[in-house]
């Protein structure tokens, strides 16, 4: 068997992903996001996210998903966010 045949023959073995359909579906549209993936959502800082989280009370609760994974509803991120934006235009117009 030479390189290429062998070569060939290794891609067509290649295990599939599992859970490829629920990956595919949730794209985007994940319910949770990680610290990292929602302080680029919302724009700021790992730190500011933190201090939003510990002194805004309007701000969304973590959610703790094991010892080392926390994070956010993507839905209570979205409601701040649209929350904050109506405050804004409210505040343009007075």
Do not use: Y
Request: aromatic share 6%; charged share 30%; with cysteine.
């Amino acid at each position: 068997m030479n390189q290429n045949e062998a070569a060939s023959t290794h891609e067509n073995t290649r295990p599939t992903p599992r859970n490829t359909s629920r990956q595919s579906k949730a794209g985007d549209q994940s319910l949770f996001i990680r610290l990292g993936p929602s302080a680029r959502r919302l724009g700021v800082s790992l730190t500011k996210l933190n201090w939003l989280h510990d002194n805004d009370p309007t701000f969304p609760r973590k959610i703790r998903l094991s010892r080392r994974c926390v994070g956010f509803r993507r839905a209570d991120l979205d409601a701040w966010l649209d929350m904050k934006a109506e405050e804004a235009a409210g505040e343009d117009i007075a």
